[in-house]
């Protein structure tokens, strides 16, 4: 049994696996992480694995203390996946990116693949049919949007997302709406567009915290799975210690 956490930007998200079988998911936030994980040890005495992949702050030192009777090991740049790396800056891959890849690899083979993360920003990667990755595109997420016009004005008021009535908004509330989550939906169309107009034998999907709220705002059809990450975490400790 497997506990398999991603440590995120604003929020650290674990996930229990039997071989490929989720079997509990939690998202934490960071006060609560320790605790919380502890928890799941308790509650699920047969892991003896844990693997994490971290964008955040977190030592490694603050998981080797968790238990003793767990093994940790921690996804990086030196681990193994399952494509050729093409990126110019390899080395500044971000680890969830890497993970997300692999999960598509591994998940959908012989296929063009264009993963989606829309969370705190909006990763997009692109993995062609013969597993090299290529690149992709990074841009804010729908909260670091409605932050920012709050933050970087003089009255624009801070609010809580929300599907706009129109599209042209009618009130300030309402226009900050219509710009913010129809402007990620043409953002992500768009891309989704570009890539089918270049690519055959494709598959688009779409992960992250936001992405449940963004699905049906989507004009294309895509793979919409929240867990994602955490699955292709789950399949990178697999990959890398099942030979």
């Known amino acids: 049994m497997l506990l398999a956490i991603d440590v995120g930007n604003t929020q ?3 996930a229990v ?3 490929n ?3 509990q998911k939690d998202s934490i936030a960071y006060p609560d992480w320790e605790n919380e994980v502890k928890n799941t ?8 694995n844990m693997v994490v992949a971290s964008v955040g702050n977190l030592k490694k030192e603050d998981f080797l203390n968790l238990s003793s009777d767990v093994k940790v090991y ?3 740049n030196e681990s193994k996946f399952p494509f050729q790396n093409l990126y110019s800056t390899p080395n ?3 680890i969830d990116r890497m993970i997300l890849a692999t999960g598509a690899v591994l998940q959908f083979p012989n296929k063009n693949r264009l993963v989606i993360d829309a969370g705190t920003c909006i990763t997009y990667d692109f993995i062609d049919e013969n597993n090299n990755y290529l690149g992709g595109a990074i841009s804010p997420g729908i909260r670091l949007r409605y932050e920012s016009l709050h933050n970087y004005t003089a009255k624009l008021p801070l609010l809580i997302k929300e599907i706009p009535e129109k599209l042209i908004g009618n009130s300030t509330n309402q226009s900050i709406h219509s710009g913010i989550i129809n402007g990620v939906a043409m953002e992500i169309d768009g891309f989704i567009n570009s890539n089918l107009g270049e690519n055959d034998n494709f598959i688009i999907i779409l992960t992250g915290g936001d992405s449940d709220f963004l699905a049906k705002r989507l004009k294309n059809t895509i793979f919409a799975n929240p867990n994602f990450l955490l699955e292709s975490l789950n399949q990178t400790f697999q990959y890398n210690h099942n030979d």
Do not use: A, D, R
Request: glycine content about 4%.
């Open 92 to 94: 500044t891959l971000g």
């Open 12 to 14: 650290i998200k674990t």
């Open 21 to 23: 079988t989720l079997l």
């Open 17 to 19: 696996f039997e071989q």
């Open 41 to 48: 040890l308790k509650n699920f005495p047969k892991i003896k």
């Open 74 to 76: 921690f996804i990086s």
